[in-house]
């Protein structure tokens, strides 16, 4: 079956088989959303750990079903701990996913995220529009951790990331973009509420995570994940809220609340569009 093809039943099965499997994700991310990213994953079913020291990150991966590394911040210690991490991972074959927050805004950051994957292999990679086009070399604005103006040709550019890496690549936006060397699909999930909370894109990073620690291919597991995270943005939305703070624990509810059933009659006809 197509991915343009997927029906309310595989986004359920999916969201069944993380819950059942639950999935060992190890996360190397920055303090900032340390919290928040623990918490999404086991919402979602799976087990959060965080190992993020040098020789700690290695023996954890060990036991992973899914590695996330989170370039949010880089002091050394902890870029030695994401090489080592991910190596661990790639020589057992389980998943790591990519969150390169922030490349494109400073040298540091690029040549973080260009030493990692020139040494590990990257099952999927999870950036908004513009650090997505600061891998794919072409003009992007990044400003801290924020991506500014347009992205008209995003589906190329995270098309030919896939190419170069091999990863799977989800483009976050007011739409989002899941391509690999194949093609690309635009998702139509979520609620502009997601982008005034801080660290939504690294709980989108989780989420996509803890689907590959529990599901066989990377491709559907970042698609049934990003509609999954999308759609519990929505259903936060619909729950009374004064602010980003009520909102923000909304959310957390509504993804507990994502279950297999709660999707299982969904219409996704309209949701998702082949583009390439």
Known sequence: ????????????????????????????????????????????????????????????????????????????????????AGRTANRRGIPVVLDPVGVGSTPSREAVVESLLSEVEFAAIKGNYGEISALAGVEAEVKGVESIGDYEDIEKTARSVAESTGAVVVASGVEDVVADADGAVRLTAGHEMLGEVVGTGCMLGATIATFCGALEDAREAAVHGTLAFGIAGE???????????????????????????????????????RTL
């Open 235 to 273: 259903r936060a939305a619909d729950l009374e809220h004064a602010g980003p703070g009520s909102y923000r624990t909304n959310f957390r509810d509504a993804v507990y609340g994502v279950t297999g059933d709660a999707v299982a009659d969904l219409a996704l006809e309209d949701r998702i569009e």
């Open 1 to 84: 079956m197509s991915v343009t093809d997927i029906a309310a039943d595989d986004l359920a099965d999916s969201v069944r088989t993380v819950r059942e499997t639950e999935p060992l994700v190890q996360h190397l991310t920055n303090t900032v959303t340390i919290n928040d990213v623990a918490n999404l994953t086991l919402h979602w079913g799976g087990l959060p750990v965080m190992a993020d020291s040098f020789g700690d990150a290695g023996e954890m991966a060990e036991l992973a079903r899914a590695v996330v590394i989170n370039i949010g911040q880089v002091p050394d210690g902890r870029v030695e701990a994401m090489h080592e």
